[in-house]
């Protein structure tokens, strides 16, 4: 039975601060709330919740619920968040997951739609107790790490010890002892070097659990031990009753019921003293079943009735049901058939009326056990008929309940993508926030700088300014002399040539009428012309003054494309100037057919579409010159 109430005894240790057990602290609380208003009074109920949630959990919410109300009205962000997280726990309590799991993602938004990074942190360990509770430990671990990642950037030790002892709990879910006694260890140690009893004391307990499980008793009693001096060093009451009731069973294992008897008395006058009804529930029941194994069956039969009592008291009404059956199984012990039906009838009734298919079932089988011992047939024949009936409900109820899993999940899924997306535009928002500020602080400050030094800049950049205007003016006439240069030159050139074709013109009619020893003369002439054509000088002149004017340009030429020859460049650089065919024949001396048959050699070694322009991509490759 323990391991099934441990962490559940355990959550209860670590979710309420000790000094909120007893019940003359709920009556002051609820004496101050008569008298509250605003702020005061929501954390008055958020306080007082604590308490009511172990009698009376629908009470419980209601409290929460006019906290988180009040604290939404008047803009408190912290309040609201705890008021969401707790609600999203007390309904994880009832089992209502839907309606837990919107509480804890709204205050999972609040926190980081405010920037709250801890209550963040708080409310991811407490989505990873929920998805713990699911059986869901893949999450569980998921948000388990990512809390104690934000607390241990934000130096919360309290709440990192915590965290590790819970993710130890899911680890020994996973039947995974190793990691889980790893992080039980890492719980003690740190609480113990922050002097953080109460964490010490839980993680001892789970430490001692895990060497019961392994039936090393010895090792597990000297760890519950630790337990309970640490519980003693914050005087907890409560976390002693929860650590005996471990002890307790630590003995039962050992058939040492005895001891365990003894242990579990002292448990219950522990929690009679604290009010602690949850608490003397538990004893109760576990002292029941002791006397069970002793088999002293009256004994067991008294304690399973105080204890039924005290569940339905305080509103547990699974607990109630459980103790029912128990004590009908002892009747049935007993021989007590018409004890145990009537037992078994009235569970029924109770589980019918709560809907717990789970507790029909088990009632009916006790019943039809009943009724078969006592020998009544037809009896036994219709329970057993209602018991098929209701496993397949249950049957059915199960199969709805994996639909329902899977579309809750789905929908968690696609919620904590929006959370993530919300999450991202905030960081975005606060970044450009942040950018926007230490603009304007930036901006200020050369403010005032530029005020304080006005006036000295305003002579500084007027002569900067002339000078500026100065250099300017003799790059551009230092560029228009150089570009009218370019262009005597290329004119002188085009002039030259054209005189010399006509010289050579003249030549040829005067060859076609002088006698021998003049057209030796006349062709040296000619030859004379042709080498003017082909003479370099001028054409070293004419790239001097090109490259002055557009710098680097024959540089990329070259290193773009290298095999381009001397003549290919120059009529690169002519068409630059965008010089016609016809202009470019004079200058270098050939057909204006030539030049358009270089101007295709030269396009191809360019590897130039047929649409591209010639000029325009000369063009082009001064602009890289340029940028280069």
């Not at 209602?386 to 639909?403: C, G, P, R």
């Not at 305003?458 to 009218?484: G, H, P, V």
């Amino acid at each position: 039975m323990f391991r099934d109430y441990f962490f559940l005894a355990l959550s209860i240790l670590l979710f309420i601060p000790c000094h909120i057990y007893g019940q003359s602290e709920a009556d002051s609380l609820k004496e101050a709330l008569h008298d509250s208003h605003g702020l005061q009074r929501a954390e008055l109920l958020l306080e007082l919740s604590g308490y009511t949630r172990q009698t009376d959990i629908g009470e419980a919410i209601n409290q929460v619920e006019e906290a988180q109300s009040i604290s939404e009205r008047m803009g408190a962000g912290k309040l609201q968040i705890e008021s969401l997280r707790k609600l999203g726990f007390y309904h994880s309590i009832q089992e209502q997951e839907a309606e837990a799991l919107e509480y804890y993602f709204k205050a999972l938004e609040l926190t980081r739609e405010q920037g709250y990074r801890l209550e963040e942190a708080a409310v991811l360990h407490a989505l990873g107790r929920f998805y713990t509770g699911q059986e869901n430990y893949s999450k569980a671990l998921d948000n388990f790490f990512e809390a104690l990642r934000i607390r241990d950037a934000e130096g919360d030790q309290n709440g990192s010890v915590l965290t590790l002892y819970y993710i130890g709990t899911v680890y020994d879910y996973r039947d995974d002892k190793d990691e889980a006694s790893t992080f039980y260890k890492r719980a003690y140690e740190l609480g113990r070097e922050i002097k953080n009893y109460r964490q010490m004391s839980t993680a001892a307990a789970g430490i001692a659990i895990l060497y019961q499980e392994r039936d090393s008793i010895k090792k597990a009693l000297s760890n519950y031990e630790k337990a309970m001096n640490a519980a003693e060093r914050i005087n907890s009451s409560h976390a002693q009753a929860t650590i005996l009731l471990h002890m307790s069973s630590a003995y039962q294992d050992q058939d040492l019921i005895e001891k365990a008897i003894a242990l579990n008395n002292r448990q219950i006058e522990i929690a009679r003293a604290e009010n602690s009804r949850f608490l003397e529930a538990q004893g109760l029941e576990n002292l029941a079943e002791l006397y069970q194994d002793q088999g002293n069956i009256e004994q067991s039969n008294r304690y399973f009735r105080e204890a039924n009592s005290i569940y339905a008291e305080i509103g547990y009404s699974e607990s109630t049901l459980i103790t029912s059956n128990k004590l009908a199984q002892n009747f049935l012990v007993q021989e007590r058939f018409e004890d145990a039906v009537a037992v078994c009838r009235e569970t029924l009734d109770q589980a019918k009326a709560s809907g717990s298919l789970e507790r029909m079932e088990s009632t009916l089988e006790l019943l039809v056990q009943a009724y078969m011992q006592q020998g009544d047939y037809s009896s036994a024949f219709s329970t057993q008929e209602e018991l098929t009936a209701v496993k397949d409900s249950l049957f059915n109820t199960a199969q709805e309940k994996q639909i329902a899993e899977m579309q809750t999940r789905y929908e968690t899924e696609q919620k904590e993508q929006e959370i993530a997306l919300l999450r991202t535009k905030q960081e975005r928002a606060q970044l450009l926030r942040n950018a926007l500020i230490s603009g304007l602080i930036l901006i200020m400050i050369i403010g005032v700088l530029i005020y304080n030094r006005q006036r000295l800049k305003i002579r500084k950049n007027r002569t900067e300014l002339e000078n500026t205007r100065l250099k300017e003016q003799k790059l551009e006439q230092d560029l228009a002399f150089k570009n009218r240069q370019l262009t005597t030159h290329s004119l002188h050139l085009v002039q030259k040539n054209e005189t010399m074709k006509e010289l050579k013109e003249y030549i040829s009619n005067m060859d076609q009428q002088g006698n021998g020893e003049a057209l030796r003369d006349l062709q040296s002439l000619k030859n004379l012309v042709d080498y003017s054509f082909n003479l370099d000088e001028d054409w070293e002149q004419f790239q001097i003054y090109f490259e002055e004017v557009h710098s680097g340009f024959f540089d990329t030429l070259i290193e773009q494309y290298p095999d381009l020859t001397p003549n290919e460049l120059r009529l690169s650089a002519l068409v630059k100037l965008n010089l016609t065919s016809k202009e470019i024949a004079v200058i270098v001396g050939i057909t204006p057919d030539s030049v358009k048959t270089a101007r295709y050699r030269l396009r191809k070694k360019l590897n130039m579409e047929t649409e591209e322009n010639l000029t325009e991509f000369m063009m082009d490759i001064e602009k890289e010159a340029s940028e280069t």
